[in-house]
């Protein structure tokens, strides 16, 4: 049972290149974000999917598109990469979007370290 | 808005040492009160939770108590080690019917000199 897993690790892009991160789990859960983390400001929601076949914007999208695949697979892709989207990129799922409070939390991978020069 | 203010690091304490990293909140609504932990090099995991007014959560020494009236959630420890080592997220997530969405705050790091 690996949880969230992402891929790749470490990223170096030139301004105007394109990719793709990729983010799987394996636990069922209906629910699946993507953040990035820059220093001083905490967490900042990019895109989320409440469930498969859906996604909305969450606080930066500008710059962003996602594809929900299937119910395990959520990738953010980068048309045009700038230096203002160097940051680390953390992918996470959560259980329902239901009222139990085990379906709260959030369980996150291990990362994705974008430069963009 | 909805908001989350944590106070600024970095915080450096001696083992055996008391924490207390502060935390306070502004919403809309009832929210559920969050503490997550990051490691270096790794992602960020749920460390406590209370979801409604003096729930206190506790975990691995670690404990918070929600506090409506001054809208805070802070987080203590009562010796810490050093291990305990990493950045410290506060975070709240309001009820909506569409996902869990979390507001996390800036998060504070935390640093134990052995």
């Known amino acids: 049972n690996a949880g969230v897993t992402q891929t790749p690790k470490f990223q170096v892009l030139k301004t105007g290149q394109s990719m793709t991160l990729q983010c799987a789990q394996d636990?069922?859960?209906?629910?699946m974000y993507w953040y990035r983390q820059d220093p001083g400001m905490g967490l900042r929601l990019i895109y989320y999917?409440?469930?498969?076949?859906?996604?909305d914007k969450g606080e930066v999208p500008n710059g962003y598109n996602v594809s929900r695949l299937n119910k395990r697979e959520f990738s953010l892709r980068l048309e045009s990469a700038a230096p203002s989207q160097t940051s680390v990129y953390f992918c996470?799922?959560?259980?329902?979007?239901?009222?139990?409070?085990?379906?709260?939390?959030?369980?996150f991978g291990p990362g994705t370290r974008l430069t963009v020069t | 808005g909805n908001s989350v203010t944590q106070m600024e690091g970095p915080v450096t304490l001696s083992e055996e040492a008391f924490l207390t990293i502060n935390c306070t909140y502004t919403?809309?609504?009832?929210?559920?009160l969050f503490w997550y932990v990051q490691y270096p090099g790794e992602g960020l995991q749920l460390l406590l939770k209370a979801t409604k007014a003096d729930d206190k959560g506790s975990n691995k020494g670690f404990e918070a108590t929600y506090r409506k009236e001054t809208t805070s959630f802070h987080l203590e420890k009562g010796s810490v080690q050093v291990s305990d080592s990493a950045v410290y997220f506060c975070a709240l997530r309001l009820y909506s019917s569409s996902a869990s969405k979390i507001i996390f705050g800036s998060g504070t790091r935390l640093s134990i000199r052995p």
């Open positions: 999917s409440a469930s498969e076949g859906t996604t």
């Open positions: 636990m069922n859960h209906n629910s």
């Open positions: 919403a809309t609504g009832y929210p559920s």
């Open positions: 996470a799922s959560s259980g329902t979007s239901g009222r139990a409070v085990s379906s709260y939390e959030q369980y």
